[in-house]
């Protein structure tokens, strides 16, 4: 079992950039792909992107391909996500989560733990 716990989150301007940490408990940080999901107010939880256990590989969601990008590093059992260009459409509630895939993951339900989630503002 891995307990997650997000960081970073806060009020940016339209095309600033922002930075949310992950931390994970537990040794076994390195054997699970790691996904960002947001959730925004009155909409369903989205799939941000996602890192395999070995950087190796990363994927995003079409609408943050350029402007988003995901890194992890094993020994500080951590995974971050970088978001620069943010847009309004960006403002929500980001969640990371772990899932015991091999490569990748972008169904929230492949996901079998989940971070309490950080609020990102996107605003004038």
């Known amino acids: 079992q891995v307990q997650l716990a997000e960081s970073g989150g806060g009020l940016v301007q339209p095309g600033g950039s922002l930075t949310l940490s992950c931390g994970a408990s537990?040794?076994?940080?390195?054997?699970?792909?790691m996904g960002w999901f947001r959730q925004a107010p009155g909409k369903e939880r989205e799939f941000v992107g996602c890192?395999?256990?070995?950087?190796?590989?990363?994927y995003y969601t079409d609408s943050v391909k350029g402007r988003f990008t995901i890194s992890r590093d094993n020994a500080k059992n951590t995974v971050y996500l970088q978001m620069n260009s943010l847009k309004p459409e960006d403002t929500a509630v980001y969640y990371c989560?772990?899932?015991?895939?091999?490569?990748?993951?972008?169904?929230?339900?492949?996901?079998?733990?989940w971070g309490q989630g950080t609020q990102v503002t996107v605003s004038s």
């Open positions: 989560a772990a899932s015991t895939r091999v490569v990748s993951a972008i169904r929230a339900s492949e996901y079998a733990y």
């Open positions: 537990g040794r076994t940080f390195s054997t699970y792909v």
């Open positions: 890192i395999s256990r070995s950087s190796s590989s990363t």
